[in-house]
């Protein structure tokens, strides 16, 4: 005899949150190759610091903005689909505004590694980038779950459910 017992709706709760914590990671990554590799080009080409005073903090910025980008297509269509609000303008504003204070959690990390510590290496510049990407993630994921995409802030637009999910 096999028994089956119904979750309880805290553990469909934690369920869900735990589904959009791997989704935002697996945007995250995506981003994260996109912000890296933008930022590690621009760096080593036409934004050199031997080139460029600021060209470490001008590749980040640029480096961050199109990772935004590619984050806010990400996390609305697929890990916050379900939250979506009608609102599209107000709800990317706030989530770009959220990205954006990210961005000056990772540029504030970047600036301490680089300007006054002296660490002005390609590597420790990557580390530092590194560093802040994850701090400024867990800042953005906090928000975007409970602000940006919070379906108790207005109507919400109704998202198709995917293989294995209900609807």
């Not at 981003?31 to 590749?59: C, K, M, N, Y």
């Not at 379900?82 to 709800?91: A, I, N, Q, S, T």
């Amino acid at each position: 005899m096999t028994s089956t017992t119904t979750p309880t709706p805290l553990a469909l709760r934690i369920r869900r949150i735990a589904n959009e914590f791997i989704r935002f990671g697996l945007v995250g990554g995506i981003g994260f190759v996109v912000d890296t590799a933008i930022f590690t080009v621009l760096r080593q080409t036409i934004l050199s610091p031997e080139h460029v005073f600021a060209g470490s903090f001008i590749a980040k910025i640029i480096s961050t903005i199109v990772a935004i980008l590619v984050n806010w297509i990400g996390n609305r269509y697929w890990t916050f689909r379900h939250h979506r609000r009608e609102k599209m303008l107000r709800e990317s504003i706030e989530f770009f505004a959220v990205s954006l204070a990210g961005m000056v959690i990772a540029l504030g990390v970047l600036g301490v590694s680089h300007y006054l510590m002296g660490y002005t290496s390609l590597l420790a510049d990557t580390i530092s980038n590194v560093v802040g990407l994850v701090i400024g993630a867990i800042f953005r994921f906090v928000l975007y779950r409970y602000w940006v995409f919070n379906d108790k802030r207005g109507s919400r637009v109704q998202a198709p459910a995917s293989v294995g999910e209900a609807a």
